[in-house]
């Protein structure tokens, strides 16, 4: 694909080494007309950050990574009553050959969030799709539904409410559970 090219669910990087794969495009997403944008996207630019600053510089920002998602449809619960493609949906041959020709030139890392993610990248890259050196590394997918949910930080405190403070640390929790992987 051209590498200026970006959709709802698909943003082609520079980089060949790592890409970020999600399950599937939302309202923002379809707004923004790019993967991971609105608070998903900036959640994964914290991430990032956190993860470049705990040492693991080869991973690139946003801008210069491959951003992609398990399921190409634009889901919202106003518009479809759901925000998640069905396994069936996700597994179609069709689907997973789409998915390949996206990612399937990354060499060494897919960075999958959420289970809908994981799934689709645990099949492709069963099924020979992906590069036969590609590593798959899992997280909790980062909407705000599923980090708010993060109660305690990296040292066991209680966290409770909102704020950017906050924020940084349930994301701090999931860079943890990251880098763990990375470094196996």
């Known amino acids: 694909m051209d590498k200026n090219f970006s959709t709802p669910y698909y943003q082609p990087g520079i980089d060949q080494d790592v890409a970020y794969l999600f399950s599937a495009p939302g309202q923002e997403e379809e707004k923004a007309g790019r993967p991971a944008a609105g608070k998903t996207g900036m959640h994964l630019t914290i991430l990032i950050t956190i993860l470049r600053y705990r040492g693991l510089t080869f991973l690139p920002f946003r801008e210069q990574a491959t951003v992609d998602n398990a399921y190409p449809n634009v ?92 924020l940084c640390r349930r994301l701090e929790v999931l860079a943890e559970e990251l880098y763990v992987q990375f470094k196996d």
């Open 75 to 166: 889901l919202y619960e106003k518009m479809s009553g759901r925000t998640e493609g069905s396994d069936q949906e996700i597994l179609a041959p069709e689907n997973l050959r789409r998915l390949a020709s996206e990612i399937g030139h990354i060499e060494k890392w897919l960075v999958c969030f959420g289970s809908k993610a994981h799934l689709a990248a645990g099949k492709a890259q069963e099924m020979g799709l992906l590069h036969p050196s590609c590593r798959l590394v899992k997280s909790k997918h980062l909407s705000p539904r599923v980090i708010n949910f993060i109660d305690k930080d990296i040292h066991g405190e209680v966290l409770e409410g909102g704020g950017f403070w906050n």
